[in-house]
């Protein structure tokens, strides 16, 4: 496990952007973002993976709208969160997992303490 520190959320318009930024106290396999709402359970919504080819991997919901990136020297990944819309409230947390590359939360062992990320229509 890691230690995962998020950055970045806050309350904007609809269509506006916003960028999460999350750093880990160390290297995991996989690191990504899920997102939660009140009441609901953490849904996936993109990973991208620590080799070399940096395969990502988003939800259905945000796939031309979000892009992830990392930064391997700084052991960091971002969320840049483009044409946001009401349904994309939530918090949102980072997560590492140290053996898999996938969208199933129980798959990580690793998770930040999130950012709240509220969109108003």
């Known amino acids: 496990q890691v230690r995962l520190v998020e950055s970045g959320g806050g309350s904007v318009q609809a269509g506006a952007s916003l960028r999460l930024s999350c750093v880990a106290s160390?290297?995991?396999?996989?690191m990504g973002w899920f997102r939660q709402v009140s009441g609901g359970v953490p849904e996936f919504v993109a990973i991208i993976s620590s080799l070399a080819a940096g395969t990502t991997h988003y939800a259905d919901s945000v796939k031309g709208r979000f892009a992830i990136s990392r930064d391997t020297t700084k052991n960091a990944i971002y969320l840049q969160m483009n044409s946001l819309r009401p349904e994309d409230t939530a918090v949102y947390y980072c997560?590492?997992?140290?053996?898999?590359?996938?969208?199933?939360?129980?798959?990580?062992?690793?998770w930040g303490q999130g950012t709240q990320v509220t969109v108003s229509s």
């Open positions: 997560v590492g997992s140290s053996y898999y590359f996938s969208t199933e939360r129980e798959q990580y062992d690793s």
């Open positions: 160390g290297r995991t396999y996989t």
